[in-house]
């Protein structure tokens, strides 16, 4: 089974939209990080406020995107909200 890339894991990733803004996380500048292990994909999601309403929601539309993806097998997300990082 091939490795899968960050290009390709970016551009599913381009495809989930902030339910509040109406854009894609990768647009919004959300996803900090990307670290592709084997078929395992962590990624450092960026949220602008700590109560985010929609951060299950956000996290679990990136989890669908990465394991429709052929090569991925788990998915974690990390959240962090601006200031931590």
Known sequence: MPQISEDEVRAALDRVQ????????????????IDIDDDRVH???QLTTPHCPFAA?????????????????????????????
């Open 57 to 85: 929601q956000i996290e679990q539309s990136i989890r669908e995107a990465l394991l429709a993806l052929d090569g991925v097998n788990q998915v974690s997300v990390n959240r962090l909200c601006m200031g931590d990082a």
């Open 18 to 33: 902030d339910p509040e803004l109406s854009h894609s996380l990768v647009e919004l500048g959300l996803i900090r990080e």
């Open 43 to 45: 990624i450092e999601l």
